[in-house]
């Protein structure tokens, strides 16, 4: 399984980015996988951001970031995305993508495959 995630750049305060994650495996099935972002800061461990089941039927997010991103799939593209909005100089940090065959719930953190990350940067 290969996760790749794109779209980190640098954004002034209060802008939006939107990342984006293509899924892609030769026995790979998208929508058998629970799809999850995760994001480390320097210096920090790497934290939960958000995540999506399957069908997309229910989100979970991080409390600092519940009311500025959402989580989004796209199972006929095997896309997963995370659009942040009103971003702030604490969300700087690599965001990664990652994918679970297991059912996945609110307090899910253990993945079973991880992408390589994408940098955002937010300037003050």
């Known amino acids: 399984v290969q996760l790749q995630a794109s779209g980190g750049g640098l954004v002034q305060a209060g802008g939006s980015l939107r990342l984006s994650c293509a899924a892609s495996?030769?026995?790979?099935?998208?929508?058998?996988?629970?799809m999850g972002w995760f994001r480390q800061a320097p210096g920090q461990e790497r934290e939960f951001v958000a995540s999506?089941?399957?069908?997309?039927?229910?989100?979970y997010y991080l409390d600092s970031v519940k009311d500025r991103f959402t989580v989004s799939r796209d199972n006929a593209v095997n896309t997963v995305y995370l659009q942040m909005n009103s971003l702030k100089p604490e969300d700087t940090a690599v965001y990664y993508c990652?994918?679970?065959?297991?059912?996945?719930?609110?307090?899910?953190?253990?993945?079973?495959?991880w992408g390589q990350g994408t940098l955002v940067t937010v300037s003050s």
């Open positions: 990652a994918a679970r065959s297991r059912n996945l719930m609110s307090y899910t953190r253990s993945f079973d495959y």
């Open positions: 495996g030769r026995t790979f099935t998208f929508s058998s996988y629970g």
């Open positions: 999506i089941r399957r069908d997309g039927s229910q989100t």
